[in-house]
């Protein structure tokens, strides 16, 4: 169970972890200076911070054109003074002036100045995006020492630490508060809280985990515990789905192996098929093209048969042929020979 500090415990331990407050060198200086200079004393001292400060005023017609003006001429002033942290020096001292201007329609915080404590939130509720001490601080320096203030972000902490007073009004609360800080501690009160909301102890998803505060906080040990279910929830959770997704996986690579082996069955059986058809297609091919070689053979035997006949009838009658010839020639040879004998010789 988380041990319980006293307010001035707390306080003193938010100082340790924020710094005590750093604003302008005057209480009585404007409150957008002090607002400025705590902004700057993030990167800087207090002296160098009222000095970039002063060459902001000095380098602009006034700080709503250094609000507007494009944020490398801001960094450009800003640089001699914070050297590599000016840009983002630049980009926080941007958000700060927006924030004032947005809340107020202006750049003018003095309004807040003599107000009664409950009443400062009508000119200025808060500034939401400005880093915490600073923006804390300023609302507390409106009122001087004679009164606490009491923010929306300083009531989240201190109810979160079981520090905030049970009382039946926010009025009342606040008064109940009053006398517990010292009119010496008030800044430091406003500062420290407000720059822990800021930083850490948000309204949603506050960090506990990096609270310096955490180990005296019911409500952050609470909340980390909670987490810490919530994180084991998860992770059954995941696991769960985990588990889930795996079958899943498994069960459809099965079906997927499963399906891959009908498909290659039937493939196989197809391609079977299709051998089958292709080798009796080749076997048919096969047995078309011996009965063409065969009649073509026994076509090319005929017609050398039937040439070898003609060729062997024209040689038989050529040699009749010359044998009548011959007989002829030796006929009338003979005859001649006989005539020639008949005639008389002429001695």
């Not at 009664?116 to 200025?124: A, G, Q, R, T, V």
């Not at 501690?185 to 949603?204: E, I, N, P, S, Y």
Request: aromatic share 2%; charged share 35%; hydrophobic share 45%.
């Amino acid at each position: 169970m988380a041990k319980r500090l006293k307010l001035a415990e707390a306080l003193d331990a938010l100082e340790k972890a924020y710094g005590r407050p750093r604003t302008a060198e005057h209480p009585e200086a404007p409150l957008l200076d002090h607002l400025l200079v705590g902004v700057l004393t993030a990167w800087v001292d207090r002296e160098r911070a009222v000095r970039a400060l002063r060459a902001v005023s000095e380098s602009f017609l006034d700080l709503n054109e250094a609000r507007v003006s494009p944020i490398a001429e801001l960094d450009g002033v800003l640089r001699p003074f914070l050297g590599t942290k000016s840009e983002e020096a630049a980009h926080a001292v941007r958000i700060a002036l927006q924030d004032v201007y947005d809340g107020t329609h202006g750049l003018d915080l003095e309004p807040l100045r003599g107000r009664e404590p409950d009443d400062l939130k009508k000119f200025l509720k808060e500034l939401p995006h400005t880093m915490g001490g600073p923006a804390g601080a300023i609302f507390q320096l409106a009122l001087g020492d004679t009164h606490l203030g009491l923010m929306a972000a300083e009531a989240r902490v201190l109810e979160r630490l079981k520090l905030l007073p049970q009382s039946a009004t926010p009025q009342k609360v606040r008064q109940a508060l009053e006398k517990q800080v010292r009119p010496a501690d008030r800044l430091k009160f406003a500062w420290g809280l407000v720059a822990h909301a800021h930083a850490v102890c948000a309204a949603k998803d506050p960090r506990c985990e990096a609270c310096p505060l955490l180990a005296n906080c019911p409500f952050g040990e609470a909340e980390v515990k909670r987490r810490e279910v919530e994180r084991k929830k998860e992770e059954a959770r995941l696991a769960v789905e985990e588990k889930k997704r795996k079958l899943a996986e498994e069960k459809a690579a099965k079906e997927a192996a499963k399906k891959a082996a009908v498909e290659a069955k039937k493939k196989a059986v197809a391609d079977a098929k299709l051998a089958k058809v292709a080798a009796a297609k080749a076997a048919a091919e096969k047995a078309v093209a011996e009965r063409k070689a065969k009649a073509e053979a026994e076509r090319l035997a005929k017609k050398a048969k039937a040439e070898a006949e003609r060729a062997e009838k024209a040689a038989k009658a050529e040699a009749e042929r010359k044998a009548k010839a011959d007989a002829a020639r030796k006929a009338e040879a003979a005859k001649k020979a006989a005539a020639k004998a008949k005639k008389p010789s002429k001695k």
